[in-house]
C-alpha cells in the first residue's frame, strides 16, 4: 500500500521558517509536491518537484523551496518568510509510476500570526 506521512506544521510568527516533511512509502512517485488549502478556498499547488525540476505557486517563488530524499522516499518544503496568507492546511502529494495515480498525505496545518 501506498502512504506519505507529511509533518512539520505548527504556529510561528510572520517572518519565521518552517520546514516540512512528507515519507512516502510503498511505490516509486514521479513526482512529488506540496498543496495548501486555505479554510473556504480551493486545494492549490504550491510547489512540485520530479526529475530535479520543480515548479512553484507564484506567491511563494523565492520565499519556499522543495527539494527530496530519493534515498528515503522524502519530500521537503522549506518555508521561509512566512506571511499570514501562508496560514492553511498543506498537504503532501504525490504520483506514482507507471499509473501516475493521485496519493495524498493526511496534511500539517501552518498558522502564521503577526
Known amino acids: 500500500q501506498v502512504h506519505l506521512v507529511d509533518s512539520g506544521g505548527g504556529l510561528v510568527q510572520a517572518g519565521g521558517s518552517l520546514r516540512l516533511s512528507c515519507a512516502g512509502s510503498?511505490?516509486?512517485?514521479?513526482?512529488m509536491g506540496w498543496y495548501r488549502q486555505a479554510p473556504g478556498k480551493q486545494r492549490d499547488l504550491v510547489a512540485a518537484?520530479?526529475?530535479?525540476?520543480?515548479n512553484y505557486a507564484d506567491s511563494v517563488k523565492g520565499r519556499f523551496t522543495i527539494s527530496t530524499d530519493n534515498a528515503k522516499n522524502t519530500v521537503y518544503l522549506q518555508m521561509n518568510s512566512l506571511t499570514r496568507e501562508d496560514t492553511a492546511v498543506y498537504y503532501c502529494?504525490?504520483?506514482?509510476?507507471?499509473?501516475?495515480?493521485?496519493?495524498w498525505g493526511q496534511g500539517t496545518q501552518v498558522t502564521v500570526s503577526l
Open positions: 502529494w504525490a504520483q506514482t509510476i507507471p499509473t501516475r495515480r493521485d496519493y
Open positions: 510503498g511505490s516509486i512517485f514521479i513526482v
Open positions: 518537484i520530479s526529475c530535479g525540476m520543480t
